[in-house]
């Protein structure tokens, strides 16, 4: 059986992720009305997605919609981390409300750091950069002082069985019960943000490398599991079924919504299912959902993902604090990353009049994708690096040199940025 590993450092295929995980590809049709596409769509940083037509939809209707993702505080942050607060930044000027989750907890019990250990890594390495990098205020806050994502993995945890969770993760007799229980712990922060005490119930969106896919189908399935109507467009029409036992009072609540919206239905009470003549099945979800809050329900809306490709290591193989000579921190001193810069692997000749002759391959040039995730902000610029590598007329050296500068730049900034940023801290995040 094929498993994504949220915990390896697996490689992963990306076109193999759309056959078998059913995830979707991230086209330009999806994105390209939203306001000022960003560098990670325009260059398919960001691939692929489930559901991100309802923040679409949000977005262009002007209603309330969420971010949540987490940050795992260990080892350094580097450049791989910042493609991920790059989207968060964007989505939060665009009016999404964010939420962060520090994974102190699954910090602890996969990775062996003790509570306050992550602490001082999520603060000072990542907390730290995010502010730098241009993060305004938002809910930022540590799984281990939240009780509400504490009661709702627990409570939520009814709702999945312990073969399912083995078959997904690949577990074993010897795993530890608390990272068995990290999965739930993710979910618990998915959802709270959909607790009236967070927002209420609205559209939620986990953007996140496609390594921690399973723990959004996990959670995307609890979160139905936990509904009590079913709701999917099917033969034109919005299908409503119910998922109790008592079906009578569910199917007349959801026959009021048609009624109120003048949609024509059929019901079938045998069935325990309503057929209703509209267009937006989620519009209709929506507002089931906030019934069943009413009943006492969570009704939550099924969250949705996007998943970002990785950025490769120097050496061509991935970026990872654990081989700090083939990544970029960002903490590095520029001394440093002269050095990592210079050694990185390129698509150049062999020789400079190979490289002349046959040109350069900027796909497989770890300088030019350095330019890709947001190095080079113009697209144009981009371009002609691009053809000029091709063509053999621009040079690894004269692209080495100007990675050089650019970074230099980045990281001066952002060293100055993080300095200002430790004063601003408690803005963001209660610490108990
Ligand atoms: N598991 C994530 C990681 O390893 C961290 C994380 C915790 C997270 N909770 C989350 C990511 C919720 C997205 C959403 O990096």
Request: net charge negative; glycine share 8%; charged share 30%.
């Amino acid at each position: 059986m094929i498993r994504i590993d949220p915990w390896s450092s697996q490689k992963y295929d990306y076109e193999h992720l759309f056959e078998n995980f059913g995830i979707e590809r991230f086209d330009e049709s999806i994105w390209k009305d939203l306001p000022s596409p960003p560098f990670f769509y325009r260059r398919g940083i960001v691939f692929g997605h489930r559901d991100f037509g309802i923040i679409r939809d949000a977005i262009k209707n002007g209603k309330p919609w969420a971010i949540l993702t987490g940050l795992m505080p260990s080892g350094k942050m580097h450049l791989g981390h910042k493609i991920v607060i790059d989207q968060v930044i964007y989505y939060q000027s665009i009016g999404a409300d964010i939420h962060i989750a520090v994974a102190d907890i699954e910090a602890y019990a996969t990775r062996g750091y003790s509570l306050k250990q992550a602490e001082k890594i999520a603060i000072e390495e990542y907390i730290a950069n995010y502010i730098a990098l241009g993060l305004k205020p938002c809910n930022i806050y540590f799984q281990s002082k939240n009780e509400h994502v504490k009661d709702m993995a627990y409570l939520l945890a009814k709702k999945a069985n312990l073969s399912e969770t083995l078959a997904i993760y690949g577990f074993t007799g010897s795993t530890n019960m608390s990272h068995i229980f990290a999965p739930f712990i993710q979910a618990g922060d998915i959802l709270h943000v959909q607790l009236d005490e967070y927002g209420g119930i609205r559209p939620t969106l986990v953007p996140v490398g496609v390594d921690q896919d399973p723990h959004i189908r996990f959670c995307r399935d609890i979160a139905s599991a936990h509904r009590m109507y079913s709701v999917m467009k099917k033969d034109g029409k919005v299908a409503v079924f119910i998922k109790e036992e008592d079906a009578k009072k569910l199917l007349d609540i959801a026959e009021g919504i048609a009624t109120k919206h003048g949609y024509d239905f059929e019901r079938n009470d045998a069935y325990k299912a309503i057929y209703i003549d509209a267009d937006d099945e989620r519009e209709i979800d929506f507002e089931l959902a906030l019934e069943e809050r009413k009943l006492g329900g969570y009704g939550f809306i099924l969250p949705a993902s996007t998943y970002h490709r990785f950025i490769t290591g120097l050496d061509g193989n991935k970026m990872s604090s654990s081989r700090p000579n083939y990544a970029i921190f960002l903490s590095d001193d520029i001394e440093t990353v002269k050095k990592k810069i210079w050694a990185a692997k390129t698509g150049g000749g062999v020789t400079m009049e190979e490289h002349r002759r046959y040109g350069g391959k900027p796909e497989q040039c770890m300088i030019y994708e350095l330019f890709t995730y947001g190095l080079i902000k113009d697209d144009k610029q981009l371009e002609e690096i691009y053809e000029d590598c091709r063509a053999g007329k621009q040079t690894c050296g004269k692209c080495k040199k100007m990675a050089l500068q650019l970074m230099e730049e980045f990281l001066n900034d952002l060293k100055e940025k993080r300095e200002q940023a430790k004063e601003e801290i408690k803005e963001y995040i209660k610490l108990k």
